[in-house]
């Protein structure tokens, strides 16, 4: 799977936009990037995923650049209760990886009122 | 109405004994999934099933051994414990599909003295 890259800390205001970014510059061409979060003493939560073409769910919204070396999760008006680690993760879909989620340090945001 | 599940929450144990960590999920997923997060918050993948079928066996000492008795239920059972198996253990779920789309439970956190 390829590395992932993301800022250690970032700091967001409620009720503003966090925009989450990380680096995947060794992506393959079937590897998907997928967002977690874990919040304080809680298990890790799916967020959002994508492989080249833009992503919004009720959570998230995922920007992926056109050659797919970057990638931005953006929490569009962010609350006290999306303070947590945000994790960035590149993995093909299947093959011999199957279900196997490689988690880095991810970013941890602290969203302040 | 809890997805993932995992009993007990917190375990307290001494060194050399044997252990045991329950999980089940009721998402009607085929695939689950073992991870262990350290003290330094990596979280890593431990195991993983699909339909009762292991299909990753990461790096794991042998003292470590998932049994899955049925679809819903992937147990852990851990002999002669050892003080560097204090973590929080993670039990996850997901669709056969969508194998990096996992549901987590909340975790167990094992204290061996």
């Known amino acids: 799977d390829a590395k992932t890259t993301q800022p250690p800390s970032m700091d967001c205001a409620e009720g503003r936009a966090a925009n989450l970014p990380c680096n995947h510059s060794?992506?393959?061409?079937?590897?998907?990037v997928y967002w977690y979060r874990q919040i304080h003493s809680q298990g890790p939560q799916y967020i959002i995923h994508?492989?080249?073409n833009n992503e919004t769910n009720e959570m998230a919204s995922l920007i992926i650049t056109e050659d797919r070396k970057s990638s931005t999760l953006i929490l569009p008006h962010a609350t006290l209760r999306d303070t947590a680690v945000y994790y960035c993760?590149?993995?093909?879909?299947?093959?011999?990886?199957?279900?196997?989620?490689?988690f880095g340090q991810g970013t941890i945001l602290t969203v302040h009122p | 109405d809890t997805a993932v599940s995992q009993t007990p929450k917190y375990l307290v144990t001494q060194m050399g004994n044997d252990k045991s960590i329950k999980c089940e999920q009721n998402l009607g997923h085929d695939t689950m999934y073992w991870y262990k997060q350290d003290s330094k918050k990596f979280l890593k993948i431990m195991f993983s099933y699909n339909n009762k079928e292991l299909i990753i066996n990461e790096t794991v000492p042998n003292r470590f051994s998932p049994k899955s008795p049925d679809k819903a239920h992937l147990n852990l059972h851990i002999n002669s414990l050892e003080l560097g198996d204090s973590a929080v253990y993670f039990c996850a779920s997901s669709l056969p599909g969508a194998v990096h789309e996992q549901y987590f439970g909340p975790g167990t956190r094992l204290t061996v003295t």
């Open positions: 060794t992506i393959s061409g079937n590897e998907y």
């Open positions: 994508g492989l080249k």
């Open positions: 993760i590149v993995s093909a879909a299947g093959g011999t990886s199957y279900g196997k989620l490689t």
